[in-house]
T-cell receptor, first 116, second 116 residues
Framework: GAVVSQHPSRVICKSGTSVKIECRSL??????MFWYRQFPKKSLMLMAT?????????EQGVEKDKFLINHASLTLSTLTVTSAHPEDSSFYIC????????????FGNGTRLTVT | AQKVTQAQTEISVVEKEDVTLDCVYE???????LFWYKQPPSGELVFLIR??????QNEISGRYSWNFQKSTSSFNFTITASQVVDSAVYFC?????????????FGQGTTLQVKP
């Protein structure tokens, strides 16, 4: 079945540094990728929608300069958390869609970010 | 506006008991899709089922069954003869056809603990 690979699975970084998280679709072309954030014991909140070759669409309240998203190809989207702070510590998970909402979404295994 | 409500925050059962996880949704669309995902402690999201709004047939897959009722806007999930391995957070989600992108709106999640 379709697989989405997310890397790294865990990352610890110091305040002020930037962290890049990769989301790859391994056996299909993902026209759209989504980035979600999940706080402990909370639901998944959509951060942004990433379309290949165009700018990402951010949800209300998400800082686009803080969370840079690049979807350079049909198989790769990256999320860069810039100038990370402890409050950015969270579980980030991506998903990929082949197109219309009829397709089941495939999720990566998530990245647990800890900012010290 | 679209919304998914999982009123049960946590459920604890003893192994072999049956358990039902509730999901109520709101949408103005006539065409939409409903999903259930399982999130074990490791964090990844495991796709369980997708149902479109025109298919109200109940579905059974092994010990899992789903009851979709448009009249009450509910899409409940039942695990029969629960097992310890069923312990996880379960999310119900909604995707609207008109968005045509696969964007998911998640419920708050229900934490299921199955005790031996």
């Amino acid at each position: 079945g379709a697989v989405v690979s997310q890397h790294p699975s865990r990352v610890i970084c110091k305040s002020g540094t930037s962290v890049k998280i990769e989301c790859r679709s391994l056996d299909f072309q993902a026209t759209t990728m989504f980035w979600y954030r999940q706080f402990p014991k909370k639901s998944l909140m959509l951060m942004a929608t990433s379309n290949e070759g165009s700018k990402a669409t951010y949800e209300q309240g998400v800082e686009k300069d803080k969370f840079l998203i690049n979807h350079a190809s049909l198989t790769l989207s990256t999320l860069t958390v810039t100038s990370a702070h402890p409050e950015d510590s969270s579980f980030y998970i991506c998903s990929a869609s082949t197109g219309p909402s009829a397709s089941p979404l495939h999720f990566g295994n998530g990245t647990r970010l800890t900012v010290t | 506006a679209q919304k998914v409500t999982q009123a049960q925050t946590e459920i604890s059962v003893v192994e072999k008991e049956d358990v039902t996880l509730d999901c109520v949704y709101e949408t103005r669309d006539t065409t939409y899709y409903l999903f259930w995902y399982k999130q074990p402690p490791s964090g990844e999201l495991v796709f369980l089922i997708r149902r479109n709004s025109f298919d109200e047939q109940n579905e059974i897959s092994g010990r899992y069954s789903w009851n979709f009722q448009k009249s009450t806007s509910s899409f409940n999930f039942t695990i029969t003869a629960s097992q310890v391995v069923d312990s996880a957070v379960y999310f119900c989600a909604l995707s609207e056809e008109k968005s045509n992108t696969g964007k998911l709106i998640f419920g708050q999640g229900t934490t299921l603990q199955v005790k031996p």
